[in-house]
């Protein structure tokens, strides 16, 4: 009898579409495409460059040089983008600090390097400083990496090509209390004694500001993903009525399908639009999140991200035939969606052709924007391009399914 029921199970495995592919098929579709996000970081010609602007406002031999062999860097993407002034140095491109702060808290770039007037009672020596921006903290940490070595190297360069007489303030006092009381260093030249490199300061612009950034830059990716689970369940019940035949009734009254589907839709938002004040609301009183001073930034988000998830789950919904068929289609859509677009894996992560595909999702637009308004504290104009996109996605969405629902008006 046990295997009668193995047998039993087998065949209805096997009749199930929906379930052969959610055990078979999604798996492995999942499996790439992580294995694509994290794989193709291995590769260096598909590792994303590190976009970074330079302000070098007042160049020295040691700045210049350091700046040269940034340049040289094949992970680094320099920028060229200025709001203010611009200095040539080494024929290359240096913004103003301001620029380069702003530019950092834009999002255009990941960090900035910055090389300030030094104090005169330290030799001229620049002083270093990296703007970074810890959402993307992989960057950072690179670029600090990169920096460090691009000085160290500079440094070495200049003590070679200019010989200098020792200068006891300019060594650390640890080499210099290791260099006066060793006497197998007495023979040591006075010139091949390399200055002290200046010391460079890692400075976060943006999240050093935050009582929580972690819960700041994660709350909108898991709020979305599950406005577009709730919205998808909740447009279920278009089919409920087709199965059971109350469409045809409502479609026999005065009620036309276009009323309908725009009276699910109002429906549809305003329920996505109370589910994502409520998490946010949460998330401000128990986590923190500053939700009271960004509410305009909020309130237009929420707005049309919601009208834009319930536009998509109708048209999944119009392009389904059953109940059943729109489970298992809205989980792997969603959730390839969501990984592709930055719910599940910080898009920075990503290789640049992975991002690329990313800005086709749902998803990326409506974290870009949500991101903008609580991580970077930019204002409601600075969200233009995402509100445009994703209300645009709503308009085509909404379409798609007046399309996809005639056939319910035909039969």
């Given at each position: 009898m046990?295997?009668?029921?193995?047998?039993?199970?087998?065949?209805?495995?096997?009749?199930?579409?929906s379930?052969l592919?959610?055990?078979?098929?999604?798996?492995?579709?999942?499996?790439?495409?992580?294995?694509?996000?994290?794989g193709?970081r291995d590769?260096?010609?598909?590792?994303?460059?590190?976009?970074?602007?330079?302000?070098?406002?007042?160049p020295?031999?040691?700045?210049?040089?350091?700046?040269?062999?940034?340049?040289?860097?094949?992970?680094?993407r320099?920028?060229e983008r200025?709001a203010?002034?611009?200095?040539?140095?080494?024929?290359?491109?240096?913004?103003?600090?301001?620029?380069?702060?702003?530019?950092?808290?834009r999002?255009?770039?990941s960090?900035?390097?910055v090389f300030s007037?030094?104090?005169?009672?330290?030799?001229?020596?620049?002083?270093?400083?990296?703007?970074?921006?810890?959402?993307d903290?992989?960057?950072?940490q690179?670029l600090?990496?990169v920096?460090?070595?691009?000085?160290?190297?500079?440094?070495?360069?200049?003590?070679?090509?200019?010989p200098?007489p020792?200068?006891?303030?300019?060594?650390?006092?640890?080499?210099?209390?290791?260099f006066?009381?060793?006497?197998?260093?007495?023979?040591?030249?006075?010139?091949?004694?390399?200055?002290q490199?200046?010391?460079?300061?890692t400075?976060?612009?943006?999240?050093?500001?935050?009582?929580?950034?972690?819960i700041?830059?994660?709350?909108?990716?898991?709020a979305?993903?599950?406005?577009?689970?709730s919205?998808?369940?909740?447009?279920g019940?278009?089919?409920?009525?087709?199965e059971n035949?109350?469409?045809?009734?409502?479609?026999?009254?005065r009620?036309?399908m276009?009323q309908?589907?725009?009276g699910?839709?109002?429906?549809?938002?305003?329920?996505?639009?109370i589910?994502?004040?409520?998490?946010?609301?949460?998330?401000?009183?128990?986590f923190?999140?500053?939700?009271?001073?960004?509410?305009e930034?909020f309130?237009?988000?929420?707005l049309v991200?919601a009208?834009?998830?319930s536009?998509?789950?109708?048209?999944?919904a119009?392009?389904?035939?059953?109940?059943?068929?729109?489970?298992?289609v809205?989980?792997?859509?969603?959730?390839?969606m969501?990984?592709?677009g930055?719910?599940?894996?910080?898009?920075?992560?990503?290789?640049?052709?992975?991002?690329?595909?990313?800005?086709?999702?749902?998803?990326?637009?409506?974290?870009?924007?949500?991101?903008k308004?609580?991580?970077?504290?930019?204002?409601?104009k600075?969200?233009?391009?995402?509100?445009?996109v994703?209300?645009?996605?709503?308009?085509?969405?909404i379409?798609?399914?007046?399309?996809?629902?005639i056939?319910?008006e035909r039969t």
């Amino acid at each position: 009898m046990i295997w009668t029921v193995i047998q039993t199970s087998w065949r209805r495995l096997r009749n199930n579409r929906s379930e052969l592919l959610l055990t078979f098929i999604v798996p492995m579709v999942f499996f790439s495409i992580f294995a694509l996000i994290f794989g193709s970081r291995d590769s260096s010609s598909s590792t994303p460059k590190i976009k970074v602007a330079i302000s070098n406002e007042f160049p020295t031999e040691l700045s210049d040089r350091s700046v040269a062999l940034l340049q040289e860097q094949k992970s680094l993407r320099l920028t060229e983008r200025s709001a203010k002034s611009t200095v040539q140095a080494t024929n290359s491109i240096s913004v103003s600090r301001e620029s380069a702060e702003d530019l950092v808290r834009r999002g255009m770039v990941s960090a900035a390097v910055v090389f300030s007037k030094g104090d005169p009672k330290s030799g001229g020596q620049p002083e270093i400083q990296i703007l970074t921006d810890s959402f993307d903290q992989v960057a950072s940490q690179v670029l600090t990496a990169v920096v460090q070595k691009a000085v160290m190297t500079a440094n070495a360069e200049l003590a070679k090509s200019h010989p200098t007489p020792f200068n006891p303030a300019q060594v650390n006092p640890v080499a210099q209390a290791s260099f006066n009381n060793s006497p197998s260093l007495a023979s040591v030249k006075p010139s091949s004694c390399f200055p002290q490199p200046p010391s460079i300061a890692t400075v976060d612009i943006i999240g050093g500001k935050k009582t929580n950034p972690v819960i700041a830059m994660y709350a909108a990716g898991i709020a979305v993903m599950f406005l577009l689970f709730s919205a998808t369940t909740a447009s279920g019940s278009l089919l409920e009525e087709r199965e059971n035949s109350t469409l045809d009734r409502l479609l026999c009254s005065r009620l036309t399908m276009d009323q309908l589907l725009l009276g699910k839709w109002a429906f549809l938002t305003i329920i996505g639009s109370i589910q994502m004040t409520l998490m946010f609301t949460f998330g401000a009183i128990v986590f923190g999140i500053d939700l009271q001073h960004h509410v305009e930034g909020f309130v237009a988000m929420t707005l049309v991200t919601a009208g834009a998830a319930s536009s998509f789950a109708l048209m999944l919904a119009a392009l389904c035939k059953s109940r059943m068929q729109l489970g298992w289609v809205s989980t792997i859509v969603i959730l390839t969606m969501s990984a592709l677009g930055g719910s599940m894996v910080p898009r920075y992560l990503m290789s640049e052709t992975i991002q690329k595909a990313g800005l086709w999702t749902f998803n990326a637009w409506a974290l870009d924007g949500y991101n903008k308004i609580f991580w970077r504290e930019l204002p409601l104009k600075e969200v233009g391009m995402e509100l445009a996109v994703l209300t645009a996605s709503g308009f085509v969405f909404i379409v798609a399914a007046r399309v996809f629902a005639i056939r319910w008006e035909r039969t």
